[in-house]
């Protein structure tokens, strides 16, 4: 089975899109084999974050590290050569390739990812889809392959972006249900949600984000007794 | 009888037919490179031209100061050329990615003009004499099939659709496809994107000198880029930019039509090309094969 790999530890990290300064010095730590979500309101900087760790934030300061290995100033190749993987909240399917090509795009940056065959068993709507074209795919579908791809490089932080959003509660629950697969076979994943029955039903911890800055850590325990401090940070 | 009532010989319609293939091989295999270079880097190579030219004074200096036939010219001048399109992209394009893509229009064709003038100031404004590689033909009956003019019209197909087949259907050019839409994903999946960019760069710029070696036995002209680049604009819009199959396609086409035009209304033939294009900017602004962008 697959070794576990490094802890992820940010501390400080501001971010700026052009002027704009989107990041106040977030801080929270995703140790190695845990789920953990990012949860916050529209525009806190849930996605930003994401972005930052992955090298796609042009501007940004502070430290991220991953095992030992400072990712401050990497770009994203390197990132993902280390073996983080990242799956977009538009989900990022390449419209012009077929379903098959999306799924072999991703290079395999380390041993021990799914094969097509594995990724085929795990996803059989896929399989009926390999020649079909990226934009033909539902919304479902397309996350599923959004999901798929990356599980074949044998990356083994995977960070996902709202990856229930619009989706129907049979897709939702197919997620949930690969997801515990993927904590059970010691991948580390952090998640971004806004479907809070959904983060309890996965995820260890829950960092609260609000204005660029993680403002309370909820553990997957307390969850439950928190809803209504929840409910008062999300405005839900 | 047919000849007859159209007003033409066989001869001459198939003669002018073939120029016009010959002809559309060159705008085909011109604006595939400048297709290829546009889809993924957003930026018109205005230098296109000139690197074609490069392309046959490569051939040209190749047989005169070092005795290389054609047959190694062909193989030797894209390097050359496709490796100073490397330095090029490397030196100066890639400083301007983050700006409009004006200022990448504006540099190439600055380049452009640089090269032009270079060579016009080292070998003059009158063209060079080159061999024909295989001189002669054969009499088909309904008109006379030089060799030379043969492998020029199939080895540019074949080349085209090599190039294609490469874009569309190999994992390779799944990976130019992929970053044409979204660069940024494509590096995050952990590939080297400008790499890709600086190597594609080059590869479009080798293709275009590549034309310029099967044109150097027809003209070796500082000008001969900057006279058949318009054209080659006309074309790609037309076919649309970014849309491989569509430059191969319009490109063959437009040259069979130019020649048809020769030989029933020679008037037009310098101009009908640009009269297509502007029929086909107002009825399809994203021409015959593109995508909106």
């Known amino acids: 089975m697959p070794t576990i790999d490094m802890d992820l530890a940010v501390r400080g990290l501001h971010g700026w899109y052009g002027e704009s300064h989107v990041l106040h010095g977030m801080s929270f730590d995703v140790k190695a084999g845990e789920v953990v979500t990012l949860l916050g309101r529209n525009g806190a900087g849930k996605t930003t974050t994401m972005r930052a760790i992955m090298g796609m934030l042009a501007n940004r300061e502070g430290s991220i590290c991953y095992g030992d290995r400072e990712l401050i100033a990497a770009t994203s190749n390197r990132i993902a050569r280390l073996g983080i993987a990242y799956c977009p909240e538009e989900r990022g399917i390449f419209s012009s390739l077929s379903v098959r090509e999306n799924l072999l795009l991703p290079p395999k940056v380390k041993a021990g990812g799914l094969s097509i065959e594995e990724i085929c068993r795990i996803f059989p709507n896929l399989a009926e889809r390999l020649e079909s074209q990226g934009s033909k795919l539902s919304g479902g579908e397309q996350q599923m392959l959004a999901i798929a791809r990356i599980l074949r490089t044998g990356a083994k932080f995977l960070l996902l972006d709202e990856p229930t959003e619009g989706l129907a509660p049979v897709i939702v629950r197919q997620i949930g249900d690969t997801i515990r697969a993927l904590r059970e076979q010691g991948f580390t994943i952090l998640l971004v949600e806004q479907n809070l029955r959904f983060a309890q039903s996965v995820a260890d911890r829950h960092y609260v984000v609000e204005h660029g800055q993680v403002i309370d850590m909820i553990s997957g325990i307390e969850l439950a007794s928190q809803r209504e401090k929840l409910r008062a940070y999300l405005g839900v | ?293």
């Not at chain 2, 600086?198 to 036995?217: D, M, Q, R």
């Not at chain 2, 502007?278 to 995508?291: D, E, Q, R, S, Y």
């Open chain 2, 1 to 293: 009888m047919f000849f007859e009532l159209i007003g033409t010989s066989p001869q001459v319609l198939f003669g002018q037919l073939l120029l016009g293939l010959i002809n559309g091989a060159f705008y085909a295999m011109l604006s595939l490179g400048l297709a290829v270079i546009f889809g993924l880097m957003n930026v018109i190579n205005f230098t296109h031209g000139a690197q074609y030219m490069m392309g046959a004074f490569g051939a040209w200096m190749l047989l005169n100061y070092l005795g290389v036939p054609y047959w190694g010219a062909l193989v030797l001048v894209p390097l050359a050329v496709g490796a100073s399109g490397v330095i090029i992209e490397r030196l100066l394009i890639s400083r301007l990615y983050d700006l409009d893509h004006l200022y990448g229009l504006l540099l190439t064709f600055g380049v452009g003009l640089i090269i032009e003038g270079l060579f016009r100031h080292q070998f003059g404004a009158s063209g060079l004499p080159y061999p024909i590689p295989i001189p002669g033909g054969t009499n088909l009956g309904f008109m006379f099939l030089p060799w030379y003019r043969a492998w020029v019209v199939g080895f540019s197909l074949i080349l085209c659709l090599a190039t294609w087949y490469m874009i569309e259907k190999t994992q390779l050019g799944s990976y130019l496809r992929a970053a044409t839409e979204r660069p940024d994903l494509v590096q995050a999946f952990g590939i080297n994107v400008p790499r890709m960019i600086t190597l594609t760069y080059g590869f479009g710029v080798g293709l275009a000198a590549l034309a310029g070696v099967l044109a150097a036995p027809y003209s070796v002209n500082p000008m001969m880029g900057a006279n058949l680049i318009i054209v080659v604009f006309a074309v790609v819009v037309i076919g649309g930019m970014g849309s491989i199959m569509g430059s191969i396609v319009t490109g063959f086409g437009l040259g069979v039509i130019e020649g048809l035009t020769k030989v029933f209304y020679p008037e037009a033939s310098n101009t009908v090309i640009f009269v297509i294009m502007a029929i086909v900017l107002m009825l399809k602004p994203n021409g015959l094969f593109g995508t909106p962008r």
